[in-house]
């Protein structure tokens, strides 16, 4: 299903794994983190807009998309490690970050564990572990995946893949017609890959570890790069402020109308905007 993607896909060894990765545009690195239910295609209209003046990369991240799928390593600063070993693998020292869901979660490690290598950071509906009202988020029960993993889950959904990702897109979006067929159709068939969700469950299992590894990070102090906290209306909207608060110093809140998790998809002229804007202000 390629959205004409800028450039072109690597397989990168990093950390002990292989990346899947795209790479395209020329400029300043921008560094783009897919969640679950997604891989970096869901960034492709954001990459056609920035190519023309940055180095657009995007992953998939450890386990997801066509990145291999190892046995361990999905908690999020091991994960963190694999995008650092990817940027040195691309000779990219520094970069700008653009996250999502589960990107979120790795970008924040990412940012805390390399705070030199990150200039701005754009983080996109989905709290942190470990930070900010987590407790309270987590209490909601819209979010029982996120306790949703194991054999028994793994058998449940094998065979079902499109039935248990329509819930998400479903029910986290503000219109559920505007995460289309042709894409639901595609992340379906990814995810139905030997292994896939077992390694997207891993995503979830590992949640209790990285809030234990955030609140280690956060106590040794507060992000320092400009970061734009962006929530849809619909779903976590200015309580993404509210949780980067918590975590960095410097933060600018955004909420994007008409749009509940899948900004991406629900509106993404908005989304592009924000992000774009964000980017070029120095």
């Known amino acids: 299903m390629s959205q004409s993607w800028p450039g072109a896909a690597h397989q990168v060894v990093t950390n002990g794994t292989t990346l899947h990765v795209r790479v395209g545009g020329h400029g300043p690195a921008v560094l783009l983190l897919h969640g679950f239910g997604e891989t970096s295609e869901m960034w492709g209209p954001l990459a056609a807009k920035l190519a023309a003046t940055r180095t657009v990369i995007a992953p998939d991240l450890r386990g997801m998309g066509h990145s291999a799928r190892p046995a361990t390593g999905y908690d999020k600063k091991t994960q963190a490690q694999d995008i650092a070993g990817l940027l040195d693998a691309l000779n990219v020292e520094r970069a700008d970050l653009v996250t999502h869901d589960i990107g979120n979660m790795v970008g924040y490690a990412l940012a805390a564990l390399h705070p030199a290598r990150i200039t701005r950071f754009v983080i996109m509906d989905a709290p942190l572990p470990g930070i900010g009202p987590w407790e309270e988020i987590t209490r909601s029960h819209a979010l029982w995946h996120f306790s949703f993993y194991g054999p028994d889950a793994e058998r449940l959904v094998a065979g079902r893949e499109r039935i248990y990702l329509d819930r998400f897109w479903n029910e986290f979006s503000a219109d559920p017609n505007k995460f289309?067929?042709?894409?639901?159709?595609?992340?379906?068939?990814?995810?139905?890959?030997?292994?896939?969700?077992?390694?997207?469950?891993?995503?979830?299992?590992?949640?209790?570890?990285?809030?234990?590894?955030?609140?280690?990070?956060?106590?040794?102090?507060?992000?320092?790069?400009?970061?734009?906290?962006?929530g849809g209306e619909k779903s976590f909207g200015a309580t993404m402020a509210?949780?980067?608060r918590a975590a960095a110093d410097n933060v600018t809140e955004a909420v994007v109308a008409d749009s509940g998790h899948w900004l991406m998809e629900e509106n993404p002229a908005a989304t592009i905007a924000l992000i774009v804007d964000f980017l070029a202000s120095r």
Do not use: C, S, T
Not at 194 to 200: K, V
Not at 202 to 217: G, I, P, R, T
């Open 180 to 230: 289309d067929e042709a894409k639901r159709e595609y992340y379906a068939g990814i995810y139905a890959l030997p292994g896939a969700i077992h390694a997207g469950m891993e995503q979830f299992k590992a949640f209790d570890q990285d809030a234990q590894d955030n609140k280690a990070l956060l106590a040794k102090g507060k992000l320092p790069m400009p970061v734009l906290a962006v």
């Open 242 to 244: 509210v949780v980067m």
